[in-house]
């Protein structure tokens, strides 16, 4: 009964600890994000409106400019919890992105991640299987398109 007892305690002693990692990671996370989005003075602009699937055309050839743009982006605001691989880190790896999913929804995902944690079903899918939610990375519509150009360059789209 008493040895019992111990092990619970000890099961829920090391489960919390498992959560209280996550956390910190996320809570991490999110002051980097801050402090980026802090020295960019264009942060402000998209928040809250939603993205059309007519809203964003993708061409080829790349534009490199944006393909630049949105390497440094994802450098900075989502490597720690993305890789260009197929990998698994705290998020989806990002290798096959641009197959998987429409170019307005990629697009949602970056700049309206609340929105789509409760509407949306496939976000919610990856939220179960990730048990993080991904933190609102203050990115605007411009910048979250050559995110998205980047993970085409990712993709092998010349
Ligand atoms: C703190 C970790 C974290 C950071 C930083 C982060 N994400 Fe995420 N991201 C996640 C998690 C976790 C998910 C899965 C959905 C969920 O659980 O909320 C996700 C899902 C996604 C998805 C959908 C993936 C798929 O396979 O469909 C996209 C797109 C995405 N993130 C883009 C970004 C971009 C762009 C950035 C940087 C601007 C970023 N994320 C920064 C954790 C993060």
């Known amino acids: 009964m008493k040895r019992r007892s111990i092990l619970v305690v000890a099961f829920l002693v090391l489960s919390s600890l498992f959560f209280i990692g996550c956390n910190n990671d996320e809570t991490a996370n999110t ?8 020295s960019t003075s264009n942060g402000n602009e998209v928040h809250g409106s939603q993205i059309q699937p007519g809203d964003v055309t993708v061409t080829t050839p790349l534009n490199q400019a944006w393909v630049t743009a949105g390497k440094s982006t994802y450098d900075v605001k ?3 919890c993305h890789k260009l691989t197929d990998e698994r880190v705290v998020g989806p790896g ?3 992105i641009t197959k998987r999913r429409e170019p307005h929804w990629i697009m949602n995902m970056i700049t309206n991640v609340d929105m789509m944690l409760e509407t949306d ?11 993080v939610r991904m933190p609102n ?4 519509k411009d910048q979250a398109r050559e995110v998205l150009e980047f993970m085409r360059s990712n993709d092998g789209v010349k």
């Open 31 to 38: 002051k980097t994000g801050d402090s980026a989005a802090a």
């Open 78 to 80: 989502c490597q720690s």
């Open 94 to 96: 990002w290798a096959g």
């Open 121 to 131: 079903a496939e976000a919610q899918k990856l939220l179960e299987q990730c048990l």
């Open 137 to 140: 990375q203050n990115i605007t």
